[in-house]
């Protein structure tokens, strides 16, 4: 049986996005900045992609800007706010130790140029307490970016205290939406949400294209100089068939979303129930403050990138809360910000379903992951001096 379980890392296209795009590149292939029929053919396609976007998160087209992907409009965003902010005096950021890599670098980058970010803690459940958020805006606060989903542990964050929060405070409000837009609900205008990023691959759209959304009113400086397109804030011609790709696949996810919640959200829960019964284990995040796809556990004894290898030769893909496969020997940031130890946070595993997910494959993962944990448990030191009392269990 083959298993694609890392839909966090990234979906596999729709054929409504396939089919928008391939229409597109063979028909659409004018600069819709040029002014002849050919253009402003592009021109219209790329108006009716911004509109058809806008209208899924609940927001005005003119506040949809176009982007390389998440990692681009978090960057834009986070870096607008700061610098509009120090030109009124306001150098502080907030955000929270369990951040994407692009929030937290670009916050890194920031306080190498001057600026004090605050970075505050979650609870054990993964989840930041808008108590906390609350006392630490001051003054001289600029922005406040909380993602609205985790990428590892899926928790979903109180986004709505945390905008109504900010709104009272005056600060610009950011959040990485990558992992939530097309598989929760998400609407920018209802929730507060100041300025949003999100990625077309993360919900059966194409790679490389997303948006940021910026609310009216908020300024937005440039990462990119050059010509006039994105109404002058982002330079660089339109990729038109891949925005047109994403926004055909963005409409059919949120047209599709409570159906799909419902279904991702009853092999989740099964899956939960049946790597429970593990022992040694834990489930990582809330139990249900998550995403609906969102399974991650801790299996003390063993290493993460063993396990995934092993899952891989028996048709099940999936991913490790542990950087151990990118060539690090340090663990998941979001795993010790939840309080566990290093040698447990090196036995994780991210399982991310999708509503191509199958109830039988989610009973084949309940089968194999049990027999390979203790496989590697036993041939595992480690193990041996737990199960000897030479060191206590943790979980």
């Known amino acids: 049986m083959y298993i694609y379980a890392d839909n966090a890392g990234t979906t596999k296209m729709s054929p409504v996005a396939i089919d928008a795009m391939t229409k597109c590149m063979n028909e659409v292939f004018g600069n819709p900045s040029s002014l002849h029929s050919t253009g402003q053919r592009a021109a219209e396609v790329l108006q009716k992609a911004r509109e058809d976007v806008a209208e899924a998160l609940g927001a005005d087209f003119n506040e949809i800007y176009f982007t390389s992907g998440g990692s681009e409009a978090d960057n834009q965003a986070i870096r607008s706010a700061a610098l509009f902010g120090a030109k009124k005096g306001k150098k502080h950021l907030i955000s929270t130790k369990i951040e994407h890599h692009a929030v937290l670098h670009t916050l890194k980058k920031l306080e190498r140029e001057g600026f004090e970010v605050t970075l505050l803690d979650v609870g054990a459940d993964g989840i930041v307490d808008p108590a906390d958020v609350e006392k630490a805006i001051r003054e001289d606060t600029a922005l406040v970016t909380i993602m609205y989903a985790n990428n590892e542990i899926g928790t979903l964050q109180p986004i709505d205290e945390i905008a109504k929060i900010c709104k009272e405070k005056k600060v610009t409000f950011h959040t990485d939406a990558v992992q939530a837009v097309g598989h929760v609900p998400v609407n920018v205008h209802a929730q507060n949400i100041d300025m949003l990023s999100l990625s077309g691959h993360k919900f059966h759209g194409p790679k490389g294209i997303g948006v940021l959304y910026v609310r009216k009113g908020v300024p937005l400086f440039n990462l990119i100089e050059g010509g006039a397109q994105e109404r002058g804030r982002r330079a660089g011609t339109e990729n038109i068939p891949a925005i047109v790709g994403m926004a055909a696949a963005l409409k059919e996810a949120v047209a599709n979303l409570d159906e799909n919640m419902a279904k991702i959200s009853a092999m989740r829960d099964r899956l939960i129930e049946g790597l429970s ?42 991913s490790s809360g542990s950087a151990c496969t990118s060539g690090s020997l340090d663990p998941s940031h979001v795993l010790l910000a939840i309080g566990l130890p290093h040698e447990v946070a090196h036995g994780s595993l991210r399982l991310t379903l999708c509503e191509e997910n199958t109830p039988e494959q989610i009973e084949y993962i309940i089968k194999e992951v049990p027999e390979i944990v203790s496989y590697l448990r036993n041939i595992s030191p480690v193990w041996e001096e737990l199960e000897k009392g030479e060191k206590k269990h943790v979980i």
Do not use: M, T, W, Y
């Open 277 to 318: 019964q593990v022992e040694h284990s834990r489930l990582n995040g809330d139990a249900k403050k998550r995403l609906p796809g969102n399974v991650n556990f801790c299996f003390e004894g063993i290493e993460g990138e063993s396990l995934l290898l092993l899952l891989d030769e028996k048709g099940i893909e999936a």
